[in-house]
């Protein structure tokens, strides 16, 4: 039984490396789109206290939705293909990225926070050398949570039309 497997992918290997090839295309395009929309949000998180709950409750609740569900409500929205897979990752790899860029910010000593204000670092300033340096650890664990379950969640693309690895195992 082994070696039929082997077979079937040695067969296939060429079809195998394209849908590979296609199936990290859209999974680094989602994550990508995460990080551009979580990082901000994260960051705004963490001036009103209001915004992260509502964010976060909002996060957590789409995260319980099954991925099918949301593929099924994407396609007559966005269409049969890989941008209803794309849209699909996106709301799943929103989550870490906002958890982690939050809980790295709000774990920022305010002491260190007063004594960059104290000499003379503007709030831009104080984000961008203090604070965002000493979350990046978060930060990173919430990219890399979003990307290792962005993978896995982008094979439900198959039902989408969207192709990918997903297309192989259906």
Do not use: C
Not at 73 to 89: H, K, N, R, T
Not at 94 to 122: F, N, W, Y
Request: charged share 10%; aromatic share 8%.
């Amino acid at each position: 039984m082994f070696d039929s497997l082997i077979r079937v992918f040695l067969e296939r290997r060429v079809e195998l490396g394209d849908l590979f090839l296609e199936h990290l295309g859209m999974t680094v395009t989602a994550v990508i789109v995460s990080l551009v929309i979580g990082i901000p949000l994260g960051i705004r998180m963490q001036r009103s206290r209001a915004l992260a709950g509502a964010l976060l409750g909002a996060a957590n609740v789409l995260q319980s939705i099954p991925s099918i569900a949301f593929l099924a409500f994407f396609v007559p929205v966005v269409g049969i293909g890989a941008p209803s897979a794309v849209l699909m990752v996106v709301v799943y790899a929103l989550l870490p990225i906002l958890k982690g860029t939050h809980a790295g910010l709000q774990g920022v000593d305010p002491k260190l926070l007063e004594v960059a204000r104290g000499m003379g670092m503007s709030e831009w300033q104080r984000l961008r050398t203090v604070s965002l340096p000493l979350a990046f650890p978060y930060i990173m664990s919430g990219v890399r949570v979003s990307a290792v379950s962005s993978v896995g969640t982008m094979t439900i693309a198959a039902f989408a039309g969207a192709g990918g690895l997903g297309w192989f195992v259906n």
